[in-house]
Nanobody, 114 residues
């Protein structure tokens, strides 16, 4: 079983930066993993992901501003968020899949506001 634990959410001003972390147990078993977010009143949406094929994919809304990375030795995944906008406000979830099974963290709140 895979456990995912997010951290790093905070209140930040527009234009600011934030780095989210996700502790990933069994990271070497993961087929695909990434970040999703859910804003109030909206559906959960993909932010960035390492695909099963080893490449990365970003939502168009964050491309050029967010960077996904991973450190297998530390069993961790990160999301560097720059030039944050109020519309980036959401709960950010860590996601992983293993042989078709999906795993989610509990989420970390990111609020972008002046």
């Amino acid at each position: 079983q895979v456990q995912l634990v997010e951290s790093g959410g905070d209140l930040v001003q527009p234009g600011g930066s934030l780095r989210l972390s996700c502790a990933v147990s069994a990271i070497f078993s993961i087929n695909a993993m990434g970040w999703y977010r859910q804003a109030p009143g909206k559906e959960r949406e993909l932010v960035a992901i390492f695909t099963t094929f080893g490449d990365t994919h970003y939502a168009s809304a964050v491309k050029g501003r967010f960077t996904i990375s991973r450190d297998n030795a530390k069993k961790a995944m990160y999301l560097q968020m720059n030039s944050l906008k109020p519309e980036d406000t959401a709960v950010y979830y860590c996601y992983g899949s293993v042989n078709g099974l999906q795993y989610w963290g509990r989420g970390t709140q990111v609020t972008v506001s002046s």
